[in-house]
C-alpha cells in the first residue's frame, strides 16, 4: 500500500489538519506496503527491484570484474552518459563519436563503457531506494506525530479553563496544521519519488540498446 492521504483539499486550513488527524487515528495513513522490501518501508506502488542485472539489457560480452576506470577516455565519458541531465539524444552521439575513434579495440572499448554506464546506474540507483525507504520513514513518523499532537489537542480543549489553556490550545492546533502540511506535501511528491528508479532503469536500457548498435 503506497503512503496515502485523506482527502481534504477543500477544508478550511484547521478543518483539513484536523481530517488528517482523524484519518490517521482511523488507520487510513498506514504504513507503506512490506512486500519485496528488507526494511519493511518501501511506499512506492512500482515493485522493489533491489539492483538491476546486466544480463536483462545487454546481450554483448561478459561485464562481470571489467576494470572500466582504467582506460581514461572511458572513464571521462561514463558519467556523461550515465547523469540524467544529459538527454539520450546526446548520449547517442557521443557513443557514436566514441566508436568512430575507439580503434582496433572497440568492441572491448564499448563493453567497458557499458561496464562503467551500468555501473555508474545501478549504483545511483540504489542509493535513490535507501533514500525512498528513509523518505517513508519519516513519513511514518511525521503520521505518529500528528496523531499524538492531537489526540493532546483533543485533551487540551477538554480541559481549556483558562485563557493560558486557551493559548496553549491555539498553539497546539499551529503544530498539528504545521505537521499536516508538511505530511501532505510530502505524500504529494511520493509518485515523482517513486518514478526515478524507474526512469533510471530505462536510461540503462536505452544506452545499452545505443552501445551495442555501435559495436562491429
Given at each position: 500500500?503506497?503512503?496515502?492521504?485523506?482527502?481534504f483539499?477543500?477544508t478550511?486550513?484547521?478543518?483539513?489538519?484536523l481530517?488528517?488527524?482523524?484519518?490517521?487515528?482511523?488507520?487510513?495513513?498506514?504504513?507503506?506496503?512490506?512486500?519485496?522490501?528488507p526494511?519493511?518501508?518501501?511506499?512506492?506502488?512500482?515493485?522493489?527491484?533491489?539492483?538491476?542485472?546486466?544480463a536483462?539489457?545487454?546481450?554483448?560480452?561478459?561485464?562481470?570484474?571489467?576494470?572500466?576506470?582504467?582506460?581514461?577516455?572511458?572513464?571521462?565519458?561514463?558519467?556523461?552518459?550515465a547523469?540524467?541531465?544529459?538527454?539520450?539524444?546526446?548520449?547517442?552521439?557521443?557513443?557514436?563519436?566514441?566508436a568512430?575513434?575507439?580503434?582496433?579495440?572497440?568492441?572491448?572499448r564499448?563493453?567497458?563503457?557499458?561496464?562503467?554506464v551500468?555501473?555508474?546506474?545501478?549504483?545511483?540507483?540504489?542509493?535513490?531506494?535507501?533514500?525512498?525507504?528513509?523518505?517513508?520513514k519519516?513519513?511514518?513518523?511525521?503520521?505518529?506525530?500528528?496523531?499524538?499532537?492531537?489526540?493532546?489537542?483533543a485533551?487540551?480543549?477538554?480541559?481549556?479553563?483558562?485563557?493560558?489553556?486557551?493559548?496553549?490550545?491555539?498553539?497546539?492546533?499551529?503544530?498539528?496544521?504545521?505537521?499536516?502540511?508538511?505530511?501532505?506535501?510530502?505524500?504529494q511528491?511520493?509518485?515523482?519519488?517513486?518514478?526515478?528508479?524507474?526512469?533510471?532503469e530505462?536510461?540503462?536500457?536505452?544506452?545499452?540498446?545505443?552501445?551495442?548498435?555501435a559495436?562491429?
Amino acid at each position: 500500500m503506497p503512503i496515502t492521504t485523506p482527502r481534504f483539499a477543500r477544508t478550511r486550513p484547521l478543518a483539513r489538519c484536523l481530517a488528517v488527524a482523524a484519518a490517521l487515528m482511523g488507520g487510513l495513513c498506514a504504513a507503506p506496503a512490506l512486500a519485496a522490501s528488507p526494511t519493511g518501508l518501501w511506499p512506492c506502488i512500482q515493485p522493489r527491484v533491489a539492483s538491476l542485472a546486466a544480463a536483462q539489457m545487454w546481450a554483448g560480452p561478459p561485464v562481470d570484474g571489467l576494470d572500466w576506470r582504467a582506460d581514461a577516455k572511458v572513464s571521462e565519458l561514463v558519467p556523461v552518459l550515465a547523469a540524467r541531465r544529459t538527454p539520450l539524444e546526446q548520449a547517442d552521439t557521443l557513443i557514436e563519436d566514441f566508436a568512430k575513434t575507439a580503434g582496433p579495440d572497440k568492441n572491448l572499448r564499448l563493453t567497458l563503457l557499458f561496464a562503467g554506464v551500468f555501473d555508474q546506474i545501478n549504483g545511483l540507483r540504489s542509493r535513490i531506494l535507501t533514500g525512498i525507504e528513509r523518505y517513508a520513514k519519516h513519513q511514518i513518523d511525521l503520521s505518529q506525530r500528528i496523531k499524538e499532537e492531537s489526540l493532546a489537542l483533543a485533551k487540551a480543549k477538554k480541559a481549556a479553563v483558562t485563557d493560558d489553556d486557551k493559548a496553549k490550545t491555539v498553539e497546539l492546533e499551529k503544530q498539528v496544521l504545521w505537521d499536516t502540511r508538511i505530511y501532505d506535501t510530502r505524500a504529494q511528491a511520493v509518485t515523482a519519488v517513486c518514478e526515478s528508479p524507474v526512469i533510471l532503469e530505462q536510461r540503462a536500457f536505452s544506452l545499452a540498446r545505443s552501445i551495442q548498435n555501435a559495436m562491429d
